[in-house]
């Protein structure tokens, strides 16, 4: 089981995710998402989460105190035989991808930071977040949709979540690699066919099939992707004679 604790200006956005693959991890015990909203935890009377910046500029500031008293109530459920973490949605952050995702999946409970407006005081960054991660490069309303996208990607590796743990194995990223297309009835539709090594029955061949396929996907949508991978000799002659027989070269 995992537990994720969310703080944000904004719970209700969570509501999503009871839907879905995520909603049954939720439902089947698997999955724990709690939101903290922090204005109720502002000391001012207005329950105001934001100030102007210091040194001038556009745009308002979430302060520290809020933020660092809703953390410390999170933080204070926690056991100390939990693994933990607490992460910050930032558009300067590292980069999700897969390996990231992996190694969350190895936490009892994920605390995510939810920032809007300009930003937050850099003090709570400096003072309690422990990895700061953005989606992608661009820059959104605030952190919620970010989270969520955390949430899901993480989620899908806790066991039990998904049916088998090939649902998630064989899916683009988790091996380096995009993922090979796939098929379904009817056989022929807007006068194409499904290849006809997946009806073949021949379990090798369509394994090859898929697995240079991926590669075929990967080299030409994610060429930094691609670089990475050290196929040996052998199984690179092979490649580029798939290609060839696929017109690709």
Known sequence: MIRFDVLTLFPEYFDVMN???VGRGIQNGHIVLETHDIRENSIDKHKKTDDYPYGGGEGMIMPVQP??????????QIRPEEKSIFIYMSPK???L???IVKDLAG???IMILCGHYEGIDQRVIDEIVDME???GDFVLTGGELPAMVLIDAVSRLVPGVLAEEAGYENESHYDGLLEYPQYTRPYEILGRKVPDVLLSGHHVNIKKWRYFQSLMITERNRPDMFEKLKLEPKVLKEYEEFKKRCGEI
């Open 93 to 95: 952050g590292k980069v």
């Open 97 to 99: 991808n897969q390996e």
């Open 19 to 21: 839907l879905s693959i």
């Open 67 to 76: 933020i660092y008293d809703t953390y410390r109530k999170v933080k204070s």
């Open 133 to 135: 991660i953005s989606i």
């Open 107 to 109: 936490y009892d409970r």
